[in-house]
């Protein structure tokens, strides 16, 4: 526990703060108390460096200790001290043997069970094949935190000792609080004996990495010691040797878990070693907060999987983090047996929050994966494998598929190659209807798939004993096919369906390449004469694509589930604004709302807008102006001159990775890209590609800022939503300034974002949903703010905001309101582009200048501290060291300078021997089909892959 942490009372709860905070974090802790306290529901905007996780975990953990001690103190005091109002810290853990509120066992406590029952239980054998006769699933370890009361004000005493477990006896919780905040909230959720219980803490947030970093946040505060867990993905957690190799880790996991011929995973059956709070602090020692790294480590130490035994760590957790999808997916949250009924639920980096709750309430379906689906169940039904159940499944199916058949005549072209047709929900349901799927027919069909999931089934009874029998079962894509269109299927039945006219079903044709391997022909004599795989020669086909989906359009289907349940939920962002869609959409009323201010000095942020270009061409990125050459050119222009007076990185983001192809194509062939490399390196966002090849492009850009000179360094394009626009850190030299051009408004051609406007404009008045429009121009906005905050990453970092467009100046009612607070307030309009350069590099010379002063004053007070300290020897040492460091610092120097050669040359010899991952460009000016610019050469080549152009 921090020694150093100060204490606030904040709405009457105490918080323990391990530095002094920032007013955006008081802000942020008084508002997600405040909502606490009253069972509310908060909407939180704090930039990025404001110090806001620090906030989000101290308010929430110390509003849970609160709780749990004022009630317990309460009745505690009542029974057993009466008229006594002091007591000590103490945790209580009262395991329970059942499962708790008649819910349902979660996978790793049914696999337990079975195999406690099939395993051989030997002593003598090696101890990670034993049954699991002794692993209990810890079930709800009521862990309740005792308090101090000095008086009835609240003024708590915390033992330091926070973590230190002293078993006692179940406490009785049945008695109100009458003094603490919990009596104005909700009533709260009860346990089967109608104990008050604590509400748990779900900390969702976008990705693994994200929650690395909120566990070493956590480390810091006087609540290191809570009790938590982490949900992670296989991926991240599996520990055994012979399956992380592989992608397909979930299903190789299921198989050896299911395998009855003794191939079972000897991690699994070691998840008892530390799948307890008591065992993973007590014993084996991990006390303060930990990250998913830690437990692996000790997984593989003790032999023990970490993916199950965070799944049991849940139980007796008073946090628990995890990434938010886990949280709003309802098939994930059924999976990973998470109740959040009567939880807080904190979902961090909402700012894409609407979109997740849509897509989690969505499902699209191909006419390959149905026609696969079918066959699968054909085989089944033919080997008269469980009949009564697949033939039902089977039926839905070919259902489907005569949809999909005889609405071929009603597809209406919607562009090139390209058709769809549309059904709002409440039609598909009378379509379903016609097809005899009603809701009771929906429930059987939910019991056949709960029936061919099964993979075992009774076989008789010999000498008093069930015995049981293996069947064969659908495979895991067939699956997941039925389970999703069941969910889509479950949200249209729910309530009366109640929800239909929030779904669309779209049936989209259209047309890819595809590889194929050509069919085996008899030869001559009636033989099939197959090549060898190696020489098999598959061949590009362009094959009919159909594609059914259904896609809820109101985020709020999904949300519903959350809201109606959950203590509180508290959405933050770095970058919500416009906040004025989350109400709205997820039907969530928001009674604590904030916009915090930034942390830093505003001297420290230069945020303009520019009009028009270094030749005083106005700079719209509308569709038609992004197309003409003039607009791309100036754009060209107007980044070099950027380039050449911003020093290190430059970020510059585009609305689409069309304009970004259409840029990079014209600069190429004009020149201007070569006259950008003389000054920095430059990169792109690749389109697609794997995790591993983008992490390699970020590497190179880093170390291109890192070894740069003077006013080099390296610029990074990147598209608005794309990979660089979300979680990935900026900080200091990494982005000095970012660049957007244009507004990132969505492709008004997506057939998903035309539906969206028009079921906003159908239902604005009747639920007070956002205009079409609204909504349309908000995507745009939280895109351009999610760019913009990559800069400025923490309290001493400086950057520039540039915002190229006209739009910006014509109309700022329309277009600035949108950014968020900390930006839009700093914005200075720019009448010339020359004026905007001038204030820029003053602002660059100024922090420049601020940067020297403060190293020099850094590097007086060092070398008096160590002239005081240090002996002449230690000095000459010293000397050495800088020597030293300075030739390691020039060979890094060096050692980049080559791989950057290295790349350049082996983008030449790939493009001399024509390799296929490099693309040629045919700017045939003649056809008009032109791509990009032309300087008179036809054939321009370039890598789309490799960051480096020659
Ligand atoms: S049980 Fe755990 S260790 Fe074993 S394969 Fe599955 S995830 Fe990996």
């Avoid at 597809?411 to 390209?418: A, D, I, K, M, P």
């Avoid at 054939?939 to 960051?947: E, K, L």
Wanted: proline share 4%.
């Amino acid at each position: 526990m921090a020694s150093d942490s100060s204490e606030y009372v904040i709405g009457g709860v105490k918080v323990l703060f391990p530095c002094k905070p920032y007013p955006s974090q008081l802000a942020m802790m008084n508002s997600i108390i405040r909502g606490l306290n009253h069972g509310q529901h908060c909407l939180l905007e704090s930039p990025t460096g404001s110090g806001k996780s620090l906030a989000l975990l101290c308010s929430t953990l110390g509003w849970q200790q609160a709780q749990a001690g004022k009630c317990v103190c309460v009745s505690v005091r009542k029974q057993k001290y009466p008229g006594v109002f002091t007591c000590n810290l103490l945790w209580v853990s009262a395991p329970s043997a059942e499962t708790p509120r008649g819910r349902r066992k979660s996978v790793a406590s049914q696999l337990s069970e079975r195999l406690q029952v099939s395993l051989p239980s030997s002593p003598e054998e090696d101890e990670d094949f034993q049954p699991l006769g002794k692993r209990f699933r810890s079930s709800e370890h009521k862990v309740v935190l005792l308090m101090a009361f000095s008086d009835l004000q609240h003024k708590h005493a915390f033992d330091l000792g926070y973590g230190t477990k002293q078993l006692q006896t179940n406490l009785d919780m049945s008695e109100p609080c009458s003094h603490c905040p919990c009596a104005s909230a909700k009533d709260g959720v009860k346990d089967k004996d109608g104990k008050k219980k604590i509400p748990k803490i779900f900390f969702g947030t976008r990705t693994h990495k994200q929650i690395t970093q909120i566990a070493h946040e956590l480390k810091r505060t006087a609540y290191s010691s809570v009790q938590m867990t982490i949900l992670s993905s296989r991926k991240h957690t599996c520990v055994h040797s012979d399956v992380v190799p592989h992608f397909n880790r979930n299903e190789l996991c299921k198989e050896l878990l299911e395998d009855k011929e003794g191939r079972s995973c000897r991690y699994y059956h070691g998840v008892k070693k530390m799948g307890t709070q008591h065992l993973l602090q007590s014993v084996h020692g991990l006390c303060g907060a930990w990250d998913v790294e830690d437990l692996v480590s000790l997984g593989r130490r003790l032999r023990s999987c970490a993916y199950y035994a965070a799944r049991e760590l849940m139980q007796g957790a008073s946090i628990i983090f995890c990434p938010y999808n886990y949280l709003l997916d309802p098939m994930i949250r059924e999976n990973m047996d998470i109740d959040l009924t009567g939880q807080i639920l904190v979902l961090d980096e909402a700012h894409n929050i609407e979109d997740c709750a849509r897509e989690c309430a969505s499902f699209t379906v191909d006419n390959n994966t149905l026609q696969m689906s079918k066959e699968e169940l054909d085989g089944l039904i033919k080997l008269n494998i469980r009949c009564s159940d697949h033939e039902p499944l089977r039926g839905f199916c070919c259902m489907l598929l005569n949809l999909i058949c005889e609405s071929q005549a009603l597809l209406s072209e919607r562009g090139y190659e390209s058709s769809c047709k549309v059904w709002s929900g409440t039609e598909i349901l009378q379509i379903f209807h016609g097809f005899g799927i009603i809701p009771d027919t929906f429930s059987n069909l939910k019991k056949h798939l709960t029936a061919v999931l099964e993979k075992e089934e009774r076989a008789g009874v010999v000498d008093g004993k069930e015995l049981m029998k293996t069947v064969p079962t659908i495979s895991s894509a067939t699956a997941t096919f039925f389970k999703s269109i069941f969910m889509v299927l479950d949200f249209l039945f729910r309530d009366n369906c109640r929800f239909a006219e929030d779904y669309r079903v779209a049936l989209q044709q259209s047309y890819a390449w595809v590889n194929r391997v050509p069919p085996d022909v008899p030869d001559a004599n009636g033989f099939f004469v197959r090549p060898h795989p190696t020489h098999r020669k598959s061949a590009r086909v362009k094959t009919e694509v159909q594609m059914l989906s259904f896609w809820c359009l109101n985020p709020a289907v999904a949300f519903s589930d959350l809201s109606r349940s959950v203590h509180s939920i508290v959405l933050t962002s770095g970058t919500l604004s416009p906040m004025g869609s989350f109400s709205s959409e997820l039907e969530v009323k928001f009674t604590n709302q904030l916009e915090a201010n930034h942390v830093i000095n505003k001297s420290q942020v230069w945020v303009g807008t520019v009009g028009s270009g270094p030749s005083g061409r106005k700079l719209q990125a509308t569709f038609q102006q992004a197309e003409t050459f003039a607009f791309q050119d100036e754009v060209g222009d107007l980044l070099l001159q950027v380039c050449q007076v911003i020093a290190k990185g430059v970020l510059c983001f585009l609305p689409s990775y069309k304009m970004l192809d259409k840029l990079r194509d014209r600069w190429l062939s004009t020149g201007l890209w070569m006259k950008l490399e003389r000054h920095k390196t430059v990169i792109t966002e690749p389109r697609g590609g794997g995790k591993g090849d983008f992490d390699e492009l970020l590497q190179m850009y880093y170390e291109a800022v890192k070894y740069s000179e003077g006013m080099t360094g390296a610029l990074l394009f990147a598209v608005c939503r794309g990979k660089v626009s979300e979680g990935l850190d900026f900080t200091d030299d990494n982005a000095r300034a970012v660049v957007t051009i244009g507004i990132p408004f969505p492709n008004f051609k997506d057939l998903q974002v035309e539906l969206k406007m028009k079921y906003n404009n159908q239902h604005c008045k009747s639920r007070g949903l956002l205009s079409g429009n609204r909504w349309y121009e908000i995507q745009a906005y939280r895109a351009l703010n999610q760019a913009l905050g990559r800069c400025i990453r923490h309290r001493k970092d400086w950057g520039a905001l540039i915002l190229v467009d006209d739009r910006y100046r014509n109309n700022p009612n329309k277009y600035i309101t949108g950014l968020s607070k900390w930006v839009r307030q700093l914005v200075q309009h720019h009448n010339t582009f020359s004026g905007a350069v001038q204030s820029l590099v003053a602002f660059c010379q100024e922090q420049q200048k601020v940067q020297v002063d403060l190293a020099d004053s850094q590097i007086q007070t060092k070398a008096l501290a160590s002239c005081e300290k240090l002996p002449e020897a230690e000095e000459d040492t010293s000397s050495n060291l800088k020597a030293e460091q300075k030739e390691g610092i020039l060979s890094s120097v060096q050692c980049f300078k080559t791989k950057i050669l290295i790349k350049r040359i082996s983008f030449h010899i790939d493009l001399m021997f024509g390799k296929e991952r490099y693309r040629k460009i045919n700017l045939n000016a003649a056809s008009g089909s032109r791509r990009g610019g032309s300087n008179g050469k036809n054939g321009v080549m370039f890598c789309p892959h490799s960051a480096i152009m020659l």
